[in-house]
């Protein structure tokens, strides 16, 4: 069977942040040696800040006790697999983007099929100028936008807040979990109120210009998973509604 390893992006919005400079902390999670020389050689000399853990277990220390705004996660490790660190992390509370590296069609499946949620992926033999332009993008995304931009700090619908700023959704003062792509969505319909939004313009604006990767599957499946953990009935939503045909709209 051929191995494909696939770079899979899971993407997580980050912890406190300065706003973009050089040197983000990167921790790498990965078994193989000669791999894991391979991308902190790289990643060092393209400025960044780097970590490594040859464990699950110690990448969970070090995302506990270290400043990582990123994580590269290898799924195959000797003894967590990369799916239950993921979870492991954001049961902590930890919301940095990680990359998943995934080595066949079986895991990238499981990926996808996952509900904290496959952002993106690159299909192996990836490129040392591959992964670091991944980096980059997604500490952009993450962090970049909200830093450079005059949004509002919070909306609110019904009985949601947005807080945009701490990147947090909060239901009836509970605090809802979303995945970064879920959040993302969000932030992009309630910040064109009553205005149609076709699933090309919400795939772009989630996972960038000309991806291939979110397809009209993709977000509709996010878009269930937003209405079941906002709406009061998720089968007959109130704020985020269905364009037949098109898209979505969300309606305040
Ligand atoms: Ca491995």
Not at 83 to 110: H, N, W, Y
Not at 123 to 141: D, G, T
């Amino acid at each position: 069977m051929p191995i494909i390893t696939a770079l899979i992006i899971v993407q997580y919005l980050g912890p406190d942040y300065n706003g973009g400079v050089a040197g983000e902390h990167i921790l790498i999670v990965e078994d193989e040696p000669a791999v894991a020389r391979g991308l902190l050689y790289g990643l060092n000399a393209e400025g960044f800040v780097t970590y490594w853990a040859d464990r699950g277990q110690k990448a969970l220390e070090i995302a506990r006790d270290k400043d990582v705004h990123l994580i590269l996660l290898d799924i195959r490790l000797p003894d967590i697999n990369g799916f239950d660190v993921c979870r492991q992390l954001r049961a902590q509370g930890k919301r940095q983007p990680v990359i998943m590296l995934t080595a066949s069609d079986e895991e990238v499946d499981k990926v996808l099929g996952l509900e904290l949620g496959a952002d993106d992926y690159v299909v192996k033999p990836y490129s040392l100028r591959e992964v670091v332009s991944r980096i980059r993008a997604m500490l952009r995304r993450s962090y970049g936008e909200l830093a450079n931009s005059n949004v509002r700090e919070k909306l609110s619908f019904g009985n949601v807040v947005i807080d945009l700023e701490k990147m947090q959704v909060w239901r009836s003062d509970q605090l809802v979990s979303l995945t970064p792509t879920e959040f993302r969505l969000l932030r992009y319909l309630v910040s064109n109120p009553d205005r149609p939004v076709s699933r090309d313009m919400l795939i772009e604006s989630v996972w960038g210009y000309g991806s291939d990767i979110g397809d009209d599957r993709t977000i509709d499946v996010h878009i269930r998973h937003l209405r079941e953990k906002l709406e009061d009935n998720p089968t007959s939503p109130r704020w985020l509604l269905t364009v037949r045909g098109f898209g979505y709209k969300f309606k305040p």
